[in-house]
């Protein structure tokens, strides 16, 4: 496919798809200064603060991935009524998110990290969350809002960061079941260990060290990738199994083929948090548009490299994709 082809496919198609993401919504915040001294009281720095500011993380940031890229997206997951869940439904709303499959508690507080640093140095971070199994009630209400919306979505992506949304099998295991008895195509990207958590799946985006650990193999070679791969494409259930691998690309597996690989976009690294959220979004919403894996892959790395050129979590955003797409030559 020429560039031409992948931009006309971008610019028309993409606006076209509905999907839906589930999984671990989380708020990102950032606390900046400067440090001039240590602290007489203890061996630690001290931050004379100078700014704050809060980003979309987790679940929370493939959304804002799928809108950069143009598609209509729902969300469902879990907050609580605090500043950070507050701050999350406003935030996701005002990007054009239908955030009515969020389920509001006080159970349990709205997922936040919030980093200290200075001079885009990390000095420390805080995490205030619970990672336990959500309520009975909070279940319902996801597994009755994927049922009234399936008719109209083309996708829905499982964002699973082991915070809890999706730690019952047996929930993700019905959630899939709607999604394929209403042929919705389905991407899941967990940290999970456990192998076929989201068996019957058609993409799943694990990077090369949760593939390692959850199958105990230790790669340290290029052959141990293609035996890890293989095992857990065999293991998980899953149709085609996406390996992200940083600087070496994507690595694809699919039964009864070869191992491909797409190698990384060639630029300079700055911060590579939320990229995988970039790949998987970028993935889906090529998929649904009817592009193989192959390509839907080649544009996952183009996005990839253009968020971790930036500092911090950053979405993707259709304009500079098609901008990427016009710099590189026809092949």
Do not use: H
Request: proline share 2%; aromatic share 6%.
């Amino acid at each position: 496919m020429n560039k031409e082809q992948y931009i006309e496919i971008i610019d028309n198609e993409f606006i076209k798809k509905n999907v839906l993401v589930i999984g671990d919504l989380m708020v990102d915040r950032y606390i900046a200064g400067k440090v001039r001294k240590l602290s007489p009281e203890a061996p630690v720095p001290v931050l004379d603060y100078s700014d704050k500011k809060f980003v979309a993380g987790g679940a929370s940031n493939v959304v804002n991935n799928l809108i950069g890229l143009g598609a209509k997206v729902r969300v469902a997951g879990i907050v609580s009524n605090d500043l950070a869940g507050r701050w999350l439904k406003d935030e996701l709303a005002g990007r054009g998110a239908l955030i009515d499959g969020i389920y509001e508690t006080n159970e349990r507080p709205t997922t936040m990290k919030t980093r200290y640093t200075t001079k885009g140095i990390q000095l420390l971070r805080v995490d205030r969350e619970s990672t336990n199994d959500i309520s009975d009630a909070a279940k319902e209400y996801i597994e009755a809002y994927l049922e009234s919306n399936a008719a109209s979505l083309d996708a829905v992506v499982f964002s699973d960061y082991l915070k809890g949304v999706l730690k019952d099998p047996s929930f993700v295991k019905k959630l899939i079941g709607i999604c394929r008895a209403n042929n919705i195509f389905v991407a899941a990207d967990s940290k999970t260990d456990e192998v076929g958590a989201f068996a019957g799946a058609d993409i799943m985006t694990p990077n090369v060290d949760e593939v390692s650990s959850a199958v105990g193999i230790k790669i340290e070679i290029d052959e141990d990738v293609d035996e890890a791969g293989k095992r857990y494409l065999l293991e998980s259930g899953v149709r085609v199994l996406l390996v992200t691998r940083g600087d070496k690309g994507i690595s694809v597996f699919a039964a009864n083929q070869s191992r491909k690989d797409f190698p990384a976009k060639d630029v300079e690294v700055f911060d590579v948090s939320g990229a995988g959220d970039t790949v998987i979004s970028t993935i889906t919403i090529a998929s649904v548009c009817n592009l193989g894996i192959e390509d839907a892959v080649k544009l996952g790395n183009i996005a990839a490299g253009i968020v971790i050129s930036k500092r911090g979590t950053v979405a993707i955003e259709k304009e500079e994709l098609l901008r990427s797409i016009n710099e590189i030559k026809n092949s």
